[in-house]
């Protein structure tokens, strides 16, 4: 069982650092970004031609997948979501622009790097033993850059003007630009932002896990699970919402090795959200 705990932080952990950007953008703009899951995937190519082609250090890659993808976030606020957003007054369009954004990513990732499954070398190797359980340290490694980028996030929206700037956009944009805030600069902010995380979690995953094309759709209603248990556009409920689905991932799989665990995580989350559809922290949709 001791095995099955440290595999549901590790999955959890960085589940949360995924869940994290959407509910940024949620909260920022009422928009559920479905590109999220190719943003992972295009942060995790960035990584594997840094680090694996180009053979550069690790954090060099990592670096280089932020500020990709950071770019990429700013360039979708700048060109795409802020006109439609201007110019519509039904929420379906930023759904249908969002959805449309996700098919634009995955076919122009499939397009330049193909539907191979690539991989990269370990960025360290060897594993720990404690009481019987099993600690690889390249996973060890993911679980410490996760926590640092979640605390670093915590902190930068606690603690910094932009951040304390953003969140006053979350609870309400109209008064936030009465009392000065640009709103504008802010949403390209928090689209770079958010970007950059899910860049980030692709990126310390290749080395683990490698990345292919096809994983966009599935990281994305993965993240989705997370924020409807946690409670849509709530920081704390990311971060429950993720670290709840690798445990109970983790155990679905040690109990259920056939390939059942997916179907008892849906069952469960339709009678979860049946009760309680506010998720976790109970912020309203």
């Known amino acids: 069982m001791g095995q099955v705990l440290f595999n549901g932080i590790y999955t959890g952990v960085q589940y949360s650092l995924i869940a ?60 795409l979501f802020r006109r439609v957003m201007r110019r519509s007054v039904r929420e379906e369009s930023s759904m249908l622009l969002s959805a449309g954004t996700a098919m634009m990513i995955e076919s122009l990732v499939l397009i330049f790097f193909g539907e191979k499954h690539r991989g990269v070398p370990a960025v ?9 359980v099993f600690i690889p340290r390249g996973r060890l490694l993911v679980i ?20 304390r700037a953003l969140r006053a956009m979350a609870q309400d944009p109209e008064t936030a630009s009465l009392m000065g805030v640009n709103t504008a600069r802010y949403a390209i902010l928090g689209w770079a ?46 971060i429950a919402g993720g670290l709840a689905l690798g445990m109970v991932e983790s155990l679905g799989y040690h109990f259920f090795p056939g390939g059942e665990t997916y179907l008892i995580i849906f069952i469960g989350l339709i009678a ?12 309203a949709v």
């Open 20 to 79: 994290l950007g959407l509910t940024l953008i949620f909260s920022l703009m009422n928009v559920l970004n479905f590109a999220h899951g190719q943003l992972y995937v295009l942060g995790g190519f960035v990584t594997y031609y840094v680090y694996g082609g180009m053979k550069l250090p690790f954090f060099v890659a990592l670096l280089a997948s932020a500020l990709t993808l950071a770019a990429v976030g700013c360039l979708f606020q700048i060109f």
């Open 124 to 132: 360290v190797s060897g594993v720990y033993e404690l009481g019987g």
């Open 144 to 163: 410490g850059l996760s926590f640092l980028f979640i605390v670093a996030f915590i902190l930068f929206m606690r603690y910094t003007k932009p951040g």
């Open 193 to 238: 932002l958010a970007a950059m995380l899910a860049g980030m979690a692709g990126a310390i995953l290749v080395p683990i896990s490698g990345v292919n094309s096809g994983l966009g759709n599935w990281i994305s209603i993965k993240t989705f699970i997370m924020i409807m248990t946690g409670g849509a556009g709530a920081i704390s409920g990311a």
């Open 272 to 283: 979860f959200l049946a009760v309680r559809p506010n998720g976790l922290m109970g912020k």
